[in-house]
């Protein structure tokens, strides 16, 4: 529901039509201070509009040449304002890809060298293995007779390198040998 | 005046040689990507509007040039914010309002007097304002000089919020909904300004339009 005022308002600048503007006009009819002072208020704009007359801008065209001068002197211009809501600019870009690298570099160091780092260690172990026929003549001829280890996964195969012309056994599953064991 | 200030494309001539003006949209698309020449255009298409505006809200040519150009220079600064929601001149009317009501403002703070709103309140009879004083200064006797001179000095008299509705209002021809988008204040507000300005125009002024 519009108030008084709002309808008034409404009435005034012509924007009421129809069963509106009559139920208006009887209300008006009704209400005679109202309509004295809408009447007053009449007058008083009438009194303003034939009154108030700004004069016309002086040296127009100056207006303009200053105005410009003041535009090419500040450094803000909008093209440059209108840019600056762009996140991709060239310089963060450049810090986007810096530390997508240090990212990488880091996962790299943290996830994927573990595994390397076990496939290494196996590399090394084996080769030791390989190569222990070599300098240690205590495993040069060995046989595996019995695999005792509380853990289930720990398995032993033998074989026989023919590059190296030693027989190998693989000890899977253990983290290490203890050095008072011995294989028998 | 109304306050769409948005001139019609012109039309081509007879022979279509004559390229039509560019509208605002346009021109503020070109101010958006930096180019100063169409916003050369926009100036020249309504200093005149701006500077009446300004200059019946301040009464002084020079600081209404002065304002102006702060005003332009502000719309400059910020068009590349402009995103056509309202017309180009709703959008830049409200950037000169701002300058020119906080410039009052400021000269508000230096301690005159005239923004009182008490002033006149108290003396205000609604009923008597359409009862004519048949005592007061005939027309006749008052020349039009004095009634500027008048309207000027009660004009000062009212709050920049309280001139800037009445002269948006009266002069302008602006709806409440411009009003209130160009002051970004609500409707209602508009309203009780509009309702107090016109209050203490009315009685300071009696005595005047109420001979005419």
Redesign the interface.
């Known amino acids: 529901m519009k108030t008084f ?2 309808r008034l ?1 409404a009435w005034l ?1 012509g924007r009421l039509t129809g069963r509106e503007l009559a139920a208006f006009e009887r209300e008006l009819e009704a209400n005679p ?1 109202a309509v ?2 809408t ?3 009449r ?7 034939a ?2 007359t ?5 040296n ?1 065209d100056f ?2 040449h ?3 001068r ?3 002197a ?1 450094p ?7 840019r ?1 809501p762009l996140f991709w600019s060239l310089r963060r870009m450049v810090y986007s890809g810096a530390f997508c690298l240090l990212l990488a570099t880091a996962l790299y160091f943290a996830a994927v060298p573990r595994t390397r780092r076990q496939m290494l260690h196996n590399e090394l172990y084996v080769h030791n293995v390989l190569n222990a026929s070599a300098t240690d003549p205590s495993i040069t001829a060995s046989e595996v007779v019995h695999v005792r280890s509380d853990d289930p996964n720990v398995t032993a195969t033998c074989f026989h390198s023919k590059d190296n012309d030693v027989n190998v056994v693989w000890l899977d599953g253990l983290s290490y040998l203890p050095r008072d064991h011995k294989l028998k | 005046m109304p306050l769409e200030g948005e001139p019609d494309i012109a039309p081509p001539d007879a022979h279509g040689t004559e390229p039509p003006d560019p509208n605002d949209g346009e021109l503020v698309s070109r101010c958006q990507r930096g180019d100063a020449a169409a916003f050369n255009e926009l100036v020249t298409r309504y200093r005149g509007k701006v500077y009446a505006m300004i200059y019946n809200m301040v009464h002084n040519e020079q600081d209404a040039w002065d304002l102006a150009q702060d005003g332009f220079l502000k719309a400059w600064k910020s068009i590349a914010r402009f995103r056509g929601q309202s017309s180009f001149y709703t959008w830049l009317y409200r950037i000169m309002m701002n300058v020119t009501i906080d410039s009052l403002r400021r000269k508000q703070v230096g301690g005159e007097t005239e923004f009182d709103d008490s002033i006149g309140l108290r003396n205000i009879d609604p009923g008597s304002v359409t009862t004519p004083r048949a005592g007061a200064h005939p027309q006749d006797k008052i020349a039009g000089d004095e009634i500027r001179s008048r309207i000027d000095a009660a004009i000062l008299r009212l709050s920049p919020e309280h001139r800037a509705v009445i002269l948006m209002r009266e002069i302008d021809g602006m709806e409440y909904q411009e009003i209130a988008d160009a002051l970004d204040c609500s409707i209602g507000t508009v309203m009780s300004r509009l309702f107090y300005a016109r209050k203490k125009m009315q009685s300071m002024l009696r005595d005047v339009y109420e001979n005419l």
């Not at chain 1, 700004?54 to 002086?58: E, I, K, S, V, W």
């Not at chain 1, 803000?76 to 209108?82: C, V």
């Open positions: 005022e709002e308002a600048e201070e004295a002072e009447e007053a208020d007058e008083l704009g009438n009194l303003l509009r009154h108030l700004a004069p016309p801008l002086g127009a207006f303009n200053q105005l410009l003041q535009i090419e500040d803000q211009a909008p093209a440059r304002a209108a600056r």
